[in-house]
């Protein structure tokens, strides 16, 4: 995974904890006896959140984490991790997952061979995006739960990171695409800040101001202006002139959806449009790309219940007729 974006390839143990120690300001020792195997690192930072992919050639035990500058979300592909709190061990499986917060005195066990997937994301990051959902920035760095489970939530969390990482792997997402980016971080943000338990949950789920029709008709002109080009949460509570969470709830009162989901539904009529209208050398996927639809197993999903049928037969009708 990430292949395209190597970092770190060596059998040196001493090579490893350097990095890890450089990137991440934890530190690193060696387990058990066995021999190490080569220790692989790939991944890659775009604006505000880094990716990457580990397999870890030896058993490694990481010193409790009170010093770390970043959040960082760790799901097991292969193997299992084991987070120590004090006297209490929690095991983290292949469909679990495990955030470490700056400030958490916790501590990480690796066993040799492990597999796993990262993401790192700035405390300022996090706060940016919290003070935009909830109109106020959090008092100190928020913590969260260290072990996190397989509720819905985030399973959608997980799909999504995934979906990040192919786009990154595919070339659509990277440092070169910055607007891309801008929206696929805003939307990563805002569903670990939703999908994940920590002490700034409540804030999220107040109760908002009373729905204002005119703060929903600014995003939706927006949104109707600016589909066809990436769009974050910065972008509609500055046009709603209200903060991301009381914009959510005007949204579900007056439209039954989020903005984000409006912003999909507008994506997906306009995808309807261009299939009816497709000229002889037009593909679904390049149409369903045009309008920021990569994942496209559930894209066509998507399009079958919203119009009846399957994109390619929407283009087969466009053709023969």
Known sequence: MLAAYPLLHTRSIGEVVAYIEDVTGLCVRKLGR?????????????????????????????????????????????????????????????????????????????PQHLHRIVMRFSVDALARQFALMTGSAPAAPLRFDHVIGDGAPFVALKRQLLATMSRIESGDLGPASERLS??????????????????????????????????????????????????????????????????FKHFQAFKGMGPMAYLRRIRMDRVHEALCAAGPDETVTEIALRWSFHELGRFAGAYRRAFGETPSATLRRRRSG
């Open 182 to 247: 801008d929206e696929a971080e805003s939307a990563l943000l805002s569903a670990v800040l939703l999908a994940l338990p920590h002490d700034g949950s409540a804030a999220l789920t107040a109760p908002a101001a009373a729905p204002s029709p005119r703060s929903v008709r600014r995003v939706v002109d927006y949104i109707h202006a600016h589909a066809d080009r990436p769009v974050t949460l910065e972008d509609l509570v500055a046009v709603s002139g209200v903060a991301g969470r009381t914009l």
């Open 34 to 110: 066995e021999a190490p195997d080569a220790t692989a690192v790939n991944g890659l930072w775009l604006k505000r959140l880094s990716f990457a992919w580990f397999r870890y050639g030896f058993e490694a035990s990481i010193a409790p984490a009170d010093s770390l500058s970043t959040y960082i979300l760790s799901l097991p592909v292969r193997g299992a991790m084991c987070v120590v709190d004090g006297e209490r061990r929690a095991t983290i499986a292949p469909g679990m997952g495990m955030m470490l917060s700056p400030g958490a005195p916790l501590a990480i066990e690796y």
